[in-house]
């Protein structure tokens, strides 16, 4: 889709893009306001780093207003507060004089038992040390003597008095879950981990070497400092990973390049393959090759080695040239013409694969191609078959009413600060999405790790994932807020109002067999949500629950230890089963899931197998990994 195309598609845009169109119609006067209103938004979030002060200011009047108009809860909160303090009183006495039995006494009819929560907790003496030894902040011996013990509990105890203080009667749930995220938040930098005077491990290491750990934890903060501001750092370690050096080795060629995707198509390692193919469309918000790591973690190499013909689409990383890229053109630039190559090259239908967003566009793409509102080039128009043999989401979301913790990141007040500070640039870089993550879960991902670096003196030796997440790519402008708009905020693709082309388009629409895939530990596409998929589909679903998180669960090869997951099908006039009750009827496996995911897919197919398809080189496309995979930008 051309330039041209994209103006003509206006109607598609967010409600802010035509407002503005609309306001250079209107008169000089509107147009220079909603300029200035823009530009002012994107200095403001310049600093305030992306987040919208207006929503939580808002937030936090909800809290307040509500607290100061309810007394009882005040003098709920004081009674936990006091109960908290003498709960931090008894664990400090313990840890000071651990021979002493500072234990509360057991109930009798002097003393009967607690019966609030808030009083059996403060009465369990173990709740606190479970809580602090389950803590990996708090792991070392060295957390469980005085004094630093005391500084420990009073933390843990503090955002327990916090959590409690933000559940208010009549408060708005996003409020709720706003001052809760931004309490946690707060408590997790004031962790007495993340300063050195109240480390004991940092204390005893630096002891121990004679200062060459702080030394070199200086030198990693200034090294961390330069990163931020665009320069080399000056005592980085020496990275031999990179897509095609170690990474994305799986050998195959590219077979199309369009605008926005290179088609890749996997060399077979067999004689004969299944006759349906398998496209994998990751996700446009990381670079392709999660899914084909190193040789022993790589998901394409797996399945090319079970029989399959495997195709993998790699997103083009996005300049300003590409402001107006759309979620239309990731579909169909992106998802049908990759569609459209593999069917028509393989004669055959397809078993669609999308990880994360690219779940959520292979969802559209399937929806229209159901409904009629899409039609490959490859399909005979005198036949109804459907050109998609399954459909597998791979921890997608296509319905956002339960988004988890990204949705405390959302709502009207922060879209319009991103699409004002997108305005000027055209894209939201690749740093600003990658800070986004970091924020939902910061204690493991930003305060543990500079607690180790700069703290410790200890260098996280990359690998092959920690290499993959500093890949960062960027999003277009219009993508980006169309893509918070329609789903997050209006949840228009669950709900058949989401547009593709100017036509509504319905999950219902959807016929063919789907496999879903959650994980446990999913902070981005939390499992519930990936659930909801059972009731917006006319097919039957069979849903897998894996062990791990967003990245790990899915990346989960076959003789990985600790590896888990439940699997059961729902046919297609099954009786609804909530996500409990699913989770208690679907037997647990060990191991990895990818076995059951194979059988799925050959059960699905026609169970024909015929001679191995070979990718053909052209010069002009190269070979894997390509070249979109390959652009880096600085920010």
């Not at 200034?222 to 897509?243: C, E, F, I, K």
């Not at 990895?592 to 002009?620: I, L, N, T």
Request: hydrophobic share 40%.
């Amino acid at each position: 889709m051309n330039t041209t195309d994209r103006k003509e598609n206006a109607a598609l845009q967010p409600a802010s893009t035509l407002e503005r169109r609309k306001s250079r119609s209107v008169s000089p006067a509107s147009r220079s306001a909603y300029d200035i209103d823009s530009h002012m938004m994107a200095q403001m979030a310049r600093w305030s780093s992306g987040i919208s002060p207006i929503s939580l200011t808002l937030s936090w009047t909800d809290w307040a207003l509500h607290l100061a108009s309810s007394p009882g809860s005040q003098a709920r909160l004081a009674r936990r507060a006091l109960e908290s303090g003498m709960r931090w009183s008894q664990d400090a006495v313990q840890a000071l004089m651990p021979h002493l039995n500072a234990a509360t006494p057991a109930a009798t009819p002097e003393t009967p038992a607690a019966t609030t929560p808030e009083a059996q907790a403060a009465a369990t003496p173990d709740s606190l040390s479970e809580q602090i030894e389950e803590d990996s902040r708090y792991a070392a011996p060295e957390w469980q003597s005085w004094p630093w013990r005391p500084l420990a509990s009073a933390n843990k105890l503090g955002e327990q008095w916090w959590l409690d203080a933000c559940n208010l009667r009549g408060m708005q749930d996003h409020s709720r879950h706003q001052m809760r995220f931004y309490g946690s938040q707060l408590f997790d930098l004031l962790s007495p981990s993340n300063f050195l005077p109240t480390n004991p491990q940092a204390l005893q290491a630096a002891w121990q070497s004679r200062g060459q750990t702080l030394l070199q934890g200086v030198n990693l903060a200034l090294d961390d400092l330069r990163r931020s501001q665009g320069m080399q750092p000056r005592h980085a370690s020496q990275v031999d990973l990179a897509p095609g050096q170690g990474l994305a080795m799986t050998d195959g060629e590219v077979v199309l390049r369009n605008g926005l995707i290179e088609l890749i198509q996997y060399r077979p390692s067999t004689t004969e393959v299944q006759a349906e193919p398998v496209l994998i469309i990751p996700s446009c918000i990381m670079k392709y090759y999660i899914l084909d790591l190193s040789p022993h973690n790589s998901m394409v190499r797996w399945l090319v080695g079970q029989g399959h013909t495997v195709y993998i689409a790699s997103w083009r990383n996005p300049d300003a040239s590409d402001a107006l890229l759309g979620m239309d053109d990731y579909v169909s630039e992106g998802v049908l013409a990759a569609l459209d190559h593999v069917h028509g090259q393989c004669q055959a239908p397809v078993h669609l694969v999308g990880y994360c967003l690219g779940g959520t566009f292979a969802a559209m793409a399937a929806g229209a191609l159901g409904g009629g509102d899409a039609v490959l080039s490859s399909q005979n128009p005198e036949s109804a078959a459907s050109p998609l043999a399954s459909l597998s989401l791979l921890a997608a979301e296509v319905d956002f009413t339960d988004p988890g913790e990204m949705g405390v990141l959302i709502d009207e007040a922060q879209v319009r600060l991103l699409e004002d500070m997108m305005a000027s640039k055209g894209f939201l870089t690749g740093q600003q999405m990658a800070a986004s993550f970091q924020f939902l879960h910061a204690r493991d991902l930003v305060w543990s790790s500079k607690t180790r670096r700069w703290l410790l003196g200890q260098e996280d030796l990359p690998n092959d994932l920690m290499v993959w997440n500093a890949d960062v790519t960027r999003l277009p402008a219009l993508m980006h807020s169309q893509y918070l708009r329609s789903c997050y905020l209006n949840n228009d693709l669950a709900e058949g109002h989401y547009l593709y082309l100017g036509r509504p388009i319905s999950l219902r629409d959807i016929r063919v067999p789907v496999f879903a895939v959650g994980t446990l530990k999913d902070h981005v596409a939390p499992w519930r949500s990936v659930y909801k998929i059972h009731r917006l589909v006319s097919a039957e679903v069979t849903f897998a629950l894996t062990s791990g998180g967003h990245n790990a669960g899915i990346v989960s090869e076959p003789g990985r230890p600790r590896r888990h997951y439940q699997l059961l099908s729902s046919p297609l006039h099954q009786t609804w089963r909530t996500p409990d009750e699913w989770l208690e009827q679907a037997p647990r496996h060990e191991g990895s899931w990818w076995p059951a995911w194979d059988e799925w897919f050959k059960a699905q197919g026609s169970g024909q197998r015929v001679p191995a398809r070979a990718p053909v080189h052209d010069p002009a496309l190269g070979s894997a990994p390509g070249q979109y995979v390959q652009v880096r930008y600085g920010d």
